[in-house]
């Protein structure tokens, strides 16, 4: 596969897209750690949700 | 399971993590086909094998207006029937939504700079879109900076609403205004203007990009749930001292 003479525009162009993709998945699961960690974190101390104690209704 | 039980963050959690790990296993697979489609498609008669930028460029154009477009409806959920995931919704879709207006804006500008000779030019299709990702980012400073998420749902759902009016103006810029940019030859009046030995390759890039968004999303809103989850029982914390 030859990508001609405009080849440098052709590979930044996928390496750019990738970059950015990989960062988005990267904080998007970094973010879901943090927040199980805190969640985690809340309910061994006996914290609960409304939802959870008998008069609440949140979700 | 009917839909309206999808609304409950709870039961919408539990489909989230069923769904998730296919959702991933069905992005890698089509992106991997993807890739060998376009790998294999052949160059363009007059633009050579620049076009292969084009494999990025219009499936990240399409999803940077979508991501738009959801937010848009997103809005009349949390303004009119205050959805409890509308705003979760919306404001997941943000940052992926920037992410792709972004990608189209830097692999437009690389495939600008070797056909027309330059990387930027002020007409409508490309200041429309620049308009879009300063939106999007207008919308991040504000979730971001929001305390309340209550209050920040109203805010954004207005701002989102706004925004929507530069969507047609994306999409129709080239035929109401004369641009560098070409005109529509995908999505068109009397069919797509690209040969199929391109257009499929497109086409199937196309549907790894909004899988990859969809997944993405799903993420996203499973951690704001989660988010909203650690503030409601902060508050609960807080009450109980």
Known sequence: MSLGPHASFIVAAYIVTVVVVIGLIAWILRDYAAQRRILGDLEQRGIKRRSQTPRGDEA | MAIIDLANPTRFLALTNRVLPWLAALTVIVFAYALYRVAYAPDDYQQGATVKIMFLHVPAAWLAMMGWGLMTVAAFGTLVWRHPLADVT????????????????????????????TYWVWDARLTSVLVLFLLYLGMLALYWTADDPNRSARAAAILALVGAINIPIIKFSVDWWNTLHQPAS????????????????????????????LLLLLLAMRNEILRRRVRSMRMMQAASI
Do not use: Y
């Open chain 2, 90 to 117: 919306a404001k997941a879709a943000a940052p992926i939504g920037a992410a792709f207006t972004f990608i189209c804006l830097v692999t437009g500008s690389l495939w600008g700079r070797p056909m027309w000779g």
């Open chain 2, 186 to 213: 995908v999505l068109r009046m009397g069919g797509s203007a690209i040969d199929a030995s391109i257009l499929v390759p497109l086409l199937v890039m196309a549907l790894a990009f909004t899988l990859l968004f």
